[in-house]
């Protein structure tokens, strides 16, 4: 069978799109549809039954038998319930299938057995899904069939948004007002629409399921609870961008054929710096689409993996030593007729709609770096941030030396009069011409980098949504841009008060703007002295939603109420403290019921064999003497820490639940699971292979 795949042909072929649209809808409903796509509103029960029938038949071809509202509740993971499309039973016993406008508008879910931060309670079980017009039904083929799936909102009775989804949508609406506001200012009266794009680059690790299953941690957790590092890591940097292995390449072409199918534009594929794992990017679609698409990648490398007898791990921090997996968010602003306003030009220094922009984005962040740090939060994340291979826990911009040189020139001379350029790279080969350098470099250290024409957020976790964090980036810019707006609007003279706004913004928020390498400790000193914050947790991380000012942006600009920041804080801290009760519980019952058995019968063994020895009158006793007192040594504080862990597990179940219990976790357990921890994964180095019970770091990363 040819391994040939035409792409352009399969591309989309499983998404209700808007050519199928076109081919397939009447006109008027057609125009009707992208209106409301287009402006907002509401579609009318007859139009959206002519667009649910065709949409059916269009599924029902593709194989489906099921719909399902796909939503994105405060899980972490999508939701769905299926429906057939089947009604009942004729009379002659057949069955007629259906869908009808109503069916595909509005659905129905249970909203208690969802977390909404105390927003309903047990009884209250009514919820809403919404039909997202923006982003396009697909069909998913998979083991369960071909199941339609709807992209929806979620909310409770009350009107409360219990998702991702709705909050992003209405940021969406934010940063659109206020951004054409901004451009109309310079004249622009032809642009109708600023929508942020966003390319979210996808990291993941790849293991065998086999051994996948013999480990409860991951099981469990999806990360190691144990594990003593292998004699070699990623040191040799020979992983990264390394040739595929063959049963990675694989699942890769595989993996693609499905995203191409669900119009998902995977792009680029790589291996990571760590070994095992790996990277896949795909090109910039809006910010709704793009959410969705994340979670459509996550959920096809996980389904994939499965195929190839592997595990996709998608934890923050699987593996204690090497390098975590984490979401690089490239974010921009663009019009509806092809203008970036986050590109510099050739003169930066002249564009002077740029360079407000460029201000008002360095208000922004500097101005709620707690809450773009909250974005990010997550209790996988704290291993990962700051770990000398992500984006420090510190928020900081990175410009680049031309912009960082265009900054400097307000802030010092009160203008800019020039811009650096980025000249010629000689390779010094006359085989090989120059290459044409940019006037900037990059920099992987920075939690939000510009890199050209956009910026990049590199904090986000690899299993979490990245609606979170483009909610927060599109409500900041929206406020930074309203006030800039309300300032010029106001101007007798605008190019007067266009200059010293831009000044003002860079002088009063140069301290966020940081160049170097965000992993030394010179610059948490620097930080410090600085007055940026360094909110090294998850736990203190989730206060940022309720702080007063951040609660009035959100309500000023529609994204959240006050009431659905609480509840989503709550959620938080709730989400902290199982995760660490799961993983506690887990290092209770690995270490009680298979380590330390094991290294017991192990030890026997080693006593036995030192009798032996004794008798047969060897010289070897006191080496395997000492071995066995070492290990000796290390069990006993083992189960030292292990009773310690119990007893602190027994305890937090009288605090209450929130930040208490959350602060309990992260203050206590979490020390005491590291004290247990440590002599476990000493004593894996000690004991013989054979009788440790579960594949080690190297069997697990290397041999895939």
Same mark, same amino acid.
């Given at each position: 069978?040819?391994?040939?795949?035409?792409?352009?042909?399969?591309?989309?072929?499983?998404?209700?799109?808007?050519?199928?649209?076109?081919?397939?809808?009447?006109?008027?409903?057609?125009?009707?549809?992208?209106?409301?796509?287009?402006?907002?509103?509401?579609?009318?029960?007859?139009?959206?039954?002519?667009?649910?029938?065709?949409?059916?038949?269009?599924?029902?071809?593709?194989?489906?038998?099921?719909?399902?509202?796909?939503?994105?509740?405060?899980?972490?993971?999508?939701?769905?319930?299926?429906?057939?499309?089947?009604?009942?039973?004729?009379?002659?016993?057949?069955?007629?299938?259906?869908?009808?406008?109503?069916?595909?508008?509005?659905?129905?879910?249970?909203?208690?057995?969802?977390?909404?931060?105390?927003?309903?309670?047990?009884?209250?079980?009514?919820?809403?899904?919404?039909?997202?017009?923006?982003?396009?039904?697909?069909?998913?083929?998979?083991?369960?069939?071909?199941?339609?799936?709807?992209?929806?909102?979620?909310?409770?009775?009350?009107?409360?948004?219990?998702?991702?989804?709705?909050?992003?949508?209405?940021?969406?609406?934010?940063?659109?007002?206020?951004?054409?506001?901004?451009?109309?200012?310079?004249?622009?009266?032809?642009?109708?629409?600023?929508?942020?794009?966003?390319?979210?680059?996808?990291?993941?690790?790849?293991?065998?399921?086999?051994?996948?299953?013999?480990?409860?941690?991951?099981?469990?957790?999806?990360?190691?609870?144990?594990?003593?590092?292998?004699?070699?890591?990623?040191?040799?940097?020979?992983?990264?961008?390394?040739?595929?292995?063959?049963?990675?390449?694989?699942?890769?072409?595989?993996?693609?054929?499905?995203?191409?199918?669900?119009?998902?534009?995977?792009?680029?594929?790589?291996?990571?710096?760590?070994?095992?794992?790996?990277?896949?990017?795909?090109?910039?679609?809006?910010?709704?689409?793009?959410?969705?698409?994340?979670?459509?990648?996550?959920?096809?490398?996980?389904?994939?993996?499965?195929?190839?007898?592997?595990?996709?791990?998608?934890?923050?921090?699987?593996?204690?030593?090497?390098?975590?997996?984490?979401?690089?968010?490239?974010?921009?602003?663009?019009?509806?007729?092809?203008?970036?306003?986050?590109?510099?030009?050739?003169?930066?220094?002249?564009?002077?709609?740029?360079?407000?922009?460029?201000?008002?984005?360095?208000?922004?962040?500097?101005?709620?770096?707690?809450?773009?740090?909250?974005?990010?939060?997550?209790?996988?994340?704290?291993?990962?941030?700051?770990?000398?291979?992500?984006?420090?826990?510190?928020?900081?911009?990175?410009?680049?030396?031309?912009?960082?040189?265009?900054?400097?020139?307000?802030?010092?001379?009160?203008?800019?009069?020039?811009?650096?350029?980025?000249?010629?790279?000689?390779?010094?080969?006359?085989?090989?011409?120059?290459?044409?350098?940019?006037?900037?470099?990059?920099?992987?250290?920075?939690?939000?980098?510009?890199?050209?024409?956009?910026?990049?957020?590199?904090?986000?976790?690899?299993?979490?949504?990245?609606?979170?964090?483009?909610?927060?980036?599109?409500?900041?810019? $929206? %406020?930074? #841009? @309203? =006030? /800039?707006?309300? &300032? +010029?609007?106001? $101007? %007798?003279? #605008? @190019? =007067? /008060?266009?200059? &010293? +706004?831009?000044?003002?913004?860079?002088?009063?928020?140069?301290?966020?703007?940081?160049?170097?390498?965000?992993?030394?400790?010179?610059?948490?000193?620097?930080?410090?002295?600085?007055?940026?914050?360094?909110?090294?947790?998850?736990?203190?991380?989730?206060?940022?939603?309720?702080?007063?000012?951040?609660?009035?942006?959100?309500?000023?600009?529609?994204?959240?109420?006050?009431?659905?920041?609480?509840?989503?804080?709550?959620?938080?801290?709730?989400?902290?403290?199982?995760?660490?009760?799961?993983?506690?519980?887990?290092?209770?019952?690995?270490?009680?019921?298979?380590?330390?058995?094991?290294?017991?019968?192990?030890?026997?063994?080693?006593?036995?064999?030192?009798?032996?020895?004794?008798?047969?009158?060897?010289?070897?006793?006191?080496?395997?003497?000492?071995?066995?007192?070492?290990?000796?040594?290390?069990?006993?504080?083992?189960?030292?820490?292990?009773?310690?862990?119990?007893?602190?597990?027994?305890?937090?179940?009288?605090?209450?639940?929130?930040?208490?219990?959350?602060?309990?976790?992260?203050?206590?357990?979490?020390?005491?699971?590291?004290?247990?921890?440590?002599?476990?994964?000493?004593?894996?180095?000690?004991?013989?292979?054979?009788?440790?019970?579960?594949?080690?770091?190297?069997?697990?990363?290397?041999?895939?």
């Amino acid at each position: 069978m040819s391994d040939y795949v035409n792409v352009a042909k399969i591309f989309g072929e499983n998404v209700f799109n808007d050519t199928v649209m076109q081919e397939r809808l009447p006109k008027k409903v057609y125009a009707k549809l992208k209106t409301v796509i287009r402006e907002g509103g509401e579609l009318d029960l007859e139009t959206a039954d002519v667009i649910a029938h065709e949409m059916k038949e269009w599924a029902i071809e593709k194989g489906a038998t099921h719909f399902t509202h796909w939503f994105q509740p405060l899980t972490g993971f999508t939701a769905e319930k299926h429906d057939s499309f089947i009604t009942a039973p004729k009379e002659n016993g057949k069955v007629l299938m259906s869908f009808s406008g109503k069916e595909l508008i509005k659905g129905e879910s249970d909203a208690s057995s969802f977390p909404s931060g105390g927003l309903r309670a047990t009884f209250e079980a009514r919820g809403y899904t919404a039909w997202d017009f923006t982003s396009p039904a697909f069909v998913r083929q998979d083991a369960a069939g071909a199941t339609l799936c709807i992209p929806t909102a979620f909310c409770s009775y009350t009107g409360e948004a219990l998702d991702q989804k709705t909050p992003l949508l209405r940021s969406m609406e934010a940063i659109n007002k206020q951004a054409l506001r901004l451009i109309r200012l310079f004249g622009n009266t032809t642009s109708k629409k600023v929508v942020p794009s966003v390319g979210a680059e996808q990291e993941y690790f790849l293991i065998d399921a086999e051994k996948f299953r013999k480990r409860k941690d991951l099981v469990y957790t999806s990360r190691t609870l144990f594990g003593a590092s292998p004699a070699k890591g990623q040191e040799m940097d020979d992983h990264y961008f390394g040739v595929l292995r063959q049963r990675i390449g694989a699942f890769m072409k595989d993996a693609n054929i499905e995203l191409w199918k669900l119009g998902v534009s995977a792009k680029t594929q790589h291996n990571e710096a760590a070994p095992a794992q790996h990277e896949l990017a795909p090109i910039y679609a809006e910010a709704n689409v793009a959410a969705d698409h994340n979670q459509i990648i996550m959920q096809t490398l996980k389904m994939v993996a499965g195929r190839h007898g592997m595990k996709c791990i998608l934890h923050e921090k699987p593996f204690a030593g090497v390098n975590g997996s984490g979401k690089h968010n490239n974010w921009s602003l663009n019009t509806d007729d092809g203008i970036n306003l986050l590109d510099p030009g050739k003169r930066p220094h002249e564009n002077n709609q740029f360079l407000l922009v460029l201000s008002c984005m360095l208000k922004a962040v500097d101005l709620h770096a707690g809450l773009l740090r909250e974005s990010a939060s997550d209790p996988g994340n704290d291993h990962r941030l700051g770990g000398n291979e992500a984006p420090p826990a510190i928020i900081s911009v990175f410009l680049g030396e031309q912009l960082d040189d265009v900054v400097e020139q307000f802030v010092s001379k009160g203008n800019a009069t020039h811009s650096l350029k980025g000249g010629k790279l000689e390779m010094g080969v006359s085989t090989i011409a120059g290459v044409n350098k940019d006037a900037t470099d990059r920099n992987r250290t920075s939690p939000f980098a510009f890199t050209g024409n956009k910026f990049e957020f590199r904090m986000v976790g690899s299993r979490d949504s990245i609606a979170e964090s483009i909610v927060v980036l599109n409500t900041i810019a $929206a %406020e930074a #841009f @309203d =006030e /800039a707006c309300n &300032e +010029l609007e106001q $101007a %007798e003279n #605008f @190019d =007067e /008060a266009l200059h &010293e +706004l831009i000044k003002k913004n860079f002088s009063e928020h140069r301290r966020v703007v940081f160049n170097g390498n965000g992993y030394s400790d010179d610059w948490v000193e620097e930080a410090a002295r600085r007055g940026l914050p360094n909110i090294s947790c998850m736990v203190d991380a989730v206060q940022e939603l309720t702080r007063d000012c951040n609660v009035a942006m959100f309500e000023k600009y529609g994204v959240f109420s006050k009431t659905e920041l609480a509840s989503r804080q709550e959620v938080k801290y709730e989400n902290y403290s199982k995760t660490l009760n799961i993983e506690a519980r887990a290092m209770i019952n690995i270490a009680a019921k298979q380590i330390i058995p094991a290294v017991i019968s192990y030890t026997k063994t080693l006593a036995d064999s030192i009798i032996a020895v004794r008798t047969a009158g060897l010289d070897l006793v006191s080496v395997q003497t000492e071995l066995l007192e070492e290990i000796s040594s290390e069990l006993i504080k083992a189960q030292k820490a292990l009773k310690e862990l119990s007893r602190l597990e027994d305890k937090v179940l009288e605090l209450p639940e929130g930040e208490e219990r959350a602060r309990f976790y992260h203050d206590q357990v979490a020390p005491a699971m590291k004290a247990l921890r440590d002599p476990i994964d000493r004593m894996e180095t000690m004991v013989d292979k054979k009788f440790w019970p579960m594949p080690s770091y190297g069997d697990l990363m290397f041999e895939v």
